[in-house]
């Protein structure tokens, strides 16, 4: 149980945390128009798989936006080991959309980490590290980073179509790094919804991760809310989070 234990809390780990950062110069900003989803509660079937072994949970999210500021927090347990990790973003909305303020990252058996986005002094810090990065707009965390997409893809209009891309300058733990995501597609996605009209949009491969993929379906006509993310990480490991229940708040 000890190995398996690990093995599946570190799948859950790069899953929910949607990858690991490298250290990189942040790009120039870029402001896009942005449409926030209304706030939400959302329960989402937890699958994953690693090695051969696989394991059964819930991840539960919890959106909030209005008066100018958003909080989210993602939770995902699983029976007998109970909560594996519990992250959390929260700050204002400004020209670039979602402007996180703190990230905190609290994985099971370990203290919690943040990353602070100082906008008085316009830098970027980490508990875990000395790495420190100016501010310049449009940045965004591991948590923020599905809602701030969210609120693109309702804002772009005709914009957002297959082909299109659009990148991220994401903090994760220690540091952080450009994601690029693209639109890929439209399909059908089964959900606790019903079947589910869905664009997929697929982070496209880090320099140095090739085998790493971060897919997410956006439903337009649920107020684009992600019913369903995948992370795959070559064979070794899979983890797919499917909405089962959604609440507006």
């Given amino acids: 149980m000890q190995g398996f234990t690990r093995h599946t809390t570190g799948a859950?780990?790069?899953?929910?945390?949607?990858g690991k950062a490298g250290a990189q110069d942040a790009p120039a900003a870029v402001k896009r128009a942005?449409?926030?989803?209304?706030?939400?509660?959302?329960?989402?079937?937890?699958?994953?798989?690693?090695?051969?072994?696989?394991?059964?949970?819930?991840?539960?999210?919890?959106?909030r936006a209005g008066d100018g500021k958003y909080s989210v927090s993602a939770v995902s347990k699983v029976p007998v080991l109970g909560t594996i990790t519990d992250d959390r973003s929260h700050g204002t909305v400004d020209a670039y959309g979602l402007a996180p303020a703190e990230f905190v990252e609290k994985r099971m058996r370990k203290d919690p980490t943040t990353a602070s986005f100082d906008r008085d002094a316009k830098t970027l810090s980490f508990s875990e590290s000395k790495q420190v990065?100016?501010?310049?707009?449009?940045?965004?965390?591991?948590?923020?980073?599905?809602?701030?997409?969210?609120?693109?893809?309702?804002?772009?209009?005709?914009?957002?179509?297959?082909?299109?891309?659009?990148?991220?300058?994401?903090?994760?733990r220690r540091d952080a790094e450009t994601w690029v995501f693209k639109v890929v597609k439209r399909e059908k996605v089964r959900t606790g919804?019903?079947?589910?009209?869905?664009?997929?949009?697929?982070?496209?491969?880090?320099?140095?991760?090739?085998?790493?993929?971060?897919?997410v379906w956006l439903a337009p006509q649920h107020e684009w809310y992600p019913v369903k993310l995948r992370y795959t990480d070559g064979d070794k490991e899979q983890i797919e989070q499917t909405l089962n229940t959604v609440t507006k708040r």
Avoid: C, H, M
């Fill in 12 to 18: 859950l780990l790069l899953a929910l945390a949607l």
């Fill in 133 to 172: 990065y100016p501010l310049k707009g449009g940045e965004q965390d591991r948590v923020s980073i599905t809602w701030q997409l969210a609120a693109v893809a309702r804002g772009a209009g005709d914009r957002f179509k297959a082909g299109s891309e659009w990148p991220f300058f994401v903090a994760g």
């Fill in 34 to 63: 942005v449409e926030l989803p209304p706030s939400a509660d959302l329960n989402y079937e937890l699958q994953a798989r690693q090695r051969g072994f696989g394991l059964k949970g819930e991840a539960i999210v919890s959106w």
């Fill in 193 to 215: 919804l019903g079947e589910v009209d869905a664009v997929l949009v697929a982070r496209q491969p880090l320099a140095d991760k090739k085998d790493q993929t971060l897919e």
